[in-house]
Structures are given as C-alpha cells and as structure tokens.
C-alpha cells in the first residue's frame, strides 16, 4: 500500500484542453524560482484527486527535447515523491481541489536536489496562496 502513494497516475495529470484554457485564462500564479506556478480551484466533482498538474518546459530556452524531457522528468519525480506529504495532506483536510500548471523558467538545468528542494516550497507557497 506504500508504494501506492508514491505513484503518479494518469488521473493526476492534467490533459483535458478545455481545463487547461480556463486555468490559463482565470488562474493565479506566482513565481518561484525556477518555476512559475499557475493554480486555479477546481469545480469539477469527479475529480479523484486533490490535484492535477502540467509541468511545462519551454523550447525557446531548451532547443533539443532531450534537455527539455530529462527537466521534466526531475521536476515530476520531485513532485511524485513529495506530494502526499507536502502536498495533498493538507489539501485533503481542507477538502480542496486544484488544478495546477509547474512551468519551468530557469535558464539552465538544474539538479535534481535543487528542483526537489524548490518544488517542496513550491507546495508550501501554493497552500498559502489558497489560504488566502
């Protein structure tokens, strides 16, 4: 069952255009370096988890995909392995959905310490923005 919690299901993502569009359009976000995170509270009622996430990294700074998809992955198994703790405990209590989209905007590539240390603040500034 511990190793349940540690999974990053298809679910969590989030891939459906015209959610995406709607938390563009009327999400929050807030910049911590090297992510921008925009969030916006879900209305959807099916959705089976507190959260569902986009990570994003830009081709305008990273030409070659390689470079683009190995950021991606550190920033999703900083995520996948910090999340419940950090992240949906919290949520859950408060009975909270989101939606949340983690753009990368640094300029070089980072270490995977480095990423998983900014994601967890990540999580800490995101519940205070929703506190507000």
Not at 21 to 46: A, C, I, Q
Not at 79 to 89: D, P, S, T, V
Request: overall charge positive; aromatic content about 12%; hydrophobic content about 40%.
């Amino acid at each position: 069952m511990a190793s349940k919690i540690f999974n990053f299901q298809k679910e969590e993502r989030l891939c459906s255009k015209k959610l995406l569009d709607e938390l563009f359009k009327n999400g929050s976000s807030f910049l911590l370096y090297p992510f921008r995170v925009t969030w916006l509270l879900s209305t959807n009622n099916d959705q089976k988890f507190p959260a569902q996430v986009v990570v994003g990294v830009p081709k305008k700074r990273f030409k070659h995909s390689v470079d683009r998809n190995h950021i991606k992955r550190r920033i999703k198994e900083a995520y996948r392995l910090n999340k419940e703790i950090y992240f949906y405990q919290n949520l859950n209590q408060n009975s909270i959905k989101i939606i949340l989209a983690i753009n990368y905007v640094g300029k070089e590539a980072h270490d995977y310490a480095f990423i998983e240390k900014k994601m967890k603040l990540v999580f800490a500034e995101n519940l205070k923005q929703i506190s507000k």
